[in-house]
């Protein structure tokens, strides 16, 4: 995901750029190579980060230093998919920004980091068992092609957990085709009330509904 607004939590997909290729039903999707492997921070909170990701993630840890200057943590089969390395200090600017903003203040070199869900309810379960542990979302968003959750890391990181609503290429286009009153125009929304929603029977696509505002 990409561009997010602070106020708003702003976030689309960059379909020009072919990432995904949307399959028909009963056909298995193919993401094109090169795909996200794994991520790697710098941070002066590491037992703090570590932790966190642990936590949200349900990670293990792969391999510790013994001196606790860096970790590699595990959340498949893979050998690692996030890293740390423990340093005396990092630059704590803010991340998240409005496109377009002109914002004069510094800013952190990475917008934020999305990862995503392959059900509504499963985004929605991720957000109660955090919710549980008192990790809670600073905004939740509705930009259309994705249920977006927005968090920050314990160095103020903007972590992404979405769902991709499964708009088809003629509805994308449309909504790119929108321009800013579509791709500016998320819906806040609570993610408890959805979860509810959702065990209650409601469809997932009146969940994930979207219209753009009136003109």
Same mark, same amino acid.
């Given at each position: 995901?990409?561009?997010? +607004?602070?106020?708003?939590?702003?976030?689309?997909?960059?379909?020009?750029?072919?990432?995904?290729?949307?399959?028909?039903?009963?056909?298995?999707?193919?993401?094109?190579?090169?795909?996200?492997?794994?991520?790697?921070?710098?941070?002066?909170? %590491?037992?703090?980060?570590? =932790?966190?990701? *642990?936590?949200?993630?349900?990670?293990?840890?792969?391999?510790? !230093?013994?001196?606790?200057?860096?970790?590699? *943590? =595990?959340? #498949?089969?893979?050998?690692?998919?996030?890293?740390?390395?423990?340093?005396?200090? !990092? #630059?704590?600017?803010?991340?998240?920004?409005?496109?377009?903003?002109? #914002?004069?203040?510094?800013?952190?070199?990475?917008?934020?980091?999305?990862?995503?869900?392959?059900?509504?309810?499963?985004?929605?379960? !991720?957000?109660?068992?955090?919710?549980?542990?008192?990790?809670?979302? !600073?905004?939740?968003?509705?930009?259309?092609?994705?249920? +977006?959750? %927005?968090? =920050?890391?314990?160095?103020?990181?903007?972590?992404?957990?979405?769902?991709?609503?499964? %708009?088809?290429?003629? =509805? *994308?286009?449309?909504?790119?085709?929108?321009?800013?009153?579509?791709?500016?125009?998320?819906?806040?929304?609570?993610?408890?009330?959805?979860?509810?929603?959702?065990?209650?029977?409601?469809?997932?696509?009146?969940?994930?509904?979207?219209?753009?505002?009136?003109?």
């Amino acid at each position: 995901m990409s561009g997010v +607004s602070g106020s708003a939590g702003l976030s689309w997909p960059l379909a020009s750029r072919g990432a995904v290729f949307r399959a028909a039903p009963g056909e298995e999707a193919v993401m094109t190579s090169p795909k996200i492997s794994h991520l790697i921070f710098n941070t002066a909170n %590491y037992e703090a980060m570590k =932790q966190w990701y *642990l936590d949200v993630f349900e990670a293990r840890i792969g391999v510790e !230093t013994s001196d606790h200057s860096a970790c590699f *943590l =595990q959340t #498949d089969e893979h050998h690692h998919r996030i890293g740390m390395f423990n340093v005396a200090k !990092t #630059d704590e600017s803010v991340a998240m920004t409005a496109p377009g903003s002109g #914002d004069a203040s510094a800013l952190s070199r990475l917008n934020h980091l999305a990862f995503e869900y392959p059900t509504l309810a499963e985004l929605f379960e !991720t957000y109660e068992r955090l919710a549980g542990s008192s990790i809670l979302p !600073t905004v939740s968003m509705n930009h259309g092609p994705t249920m +977006s959750v %927005y968090y =920050q890391d314990p160095d103020r990181n903007v972590v992404e957990l979405f769902y991709d609503t499964r %708009y088809t290429e003629s =509805q *994308l286009a449309e909504f790119y085709a929108g321009g800013d009153r579509y791709v500016l125009s998320a819906i806040p929304f609570d993610p408890a009330e959805k979860l509810a929603e959702l065990r209650g029977g409601k469809p997932v696509a009146e969940l994930t509904a979207w219209s753009p505002p009136a003109r």
